[in-house]
């Protein structure tokens, strides 16, 4: 069973920068996708970042210049740098992954109990 842990989150001033780190454990297949969620207080629960495999991170147009995806593949870890911390950038943040062994085998997937990012303005 694949898992998830956030960490990194705080209270940060506007324009200022935090780092996030999800770490994930168990069997994680060659194929797999990992990306950070943001839910706003009384909003749904929104892709920021995601990373499929190998493959370059996609990033909502809300953050891209902003954020950076990247992981680190020997420890498990994906992390979403970010800077230029907007109040509207407040929330939980979520970690997912999802896997599988092969294309035509299901995937395990979990979520992170969510780290919280304020950013005061």
């Known amino acids: 069973q694949v898992q998830v842990v956030e960490s990194g989150g705080g209270l940060v001033q506007a324009g200022g920068s935090l780092r996030l780190a999800c770490t994930a454990s168990?069997?994680?297949?060659?194929?797999?996708?990992m990306g950070w969620y943001h839910q706003a207080p009384g909003k749904q629960r929104e892709l920021v970042a995601s990373s499929v495999s190998e493959a370059s991170p996609t990033y909502a147009s809300s953050v891209k210049g902003r954020f950076a995806l990247s992981r680190d593949n020997s420890k498990n870890i994906l992390y979403l740098q970010m800077h230029n911390l907007k109040p509207e950038d407040s929330g939980v943040y979520y970690c997912h992954i999802r896997t599988r062994r092969t294309f035509y085998t299901r995937a395990d997937e979990a979520w992170g109990q969510g780290t919280q990012v304020t950013v005061s303005s």
């Open positions: 168990g069997t994680i297949f060659a194929d797999n996708t």
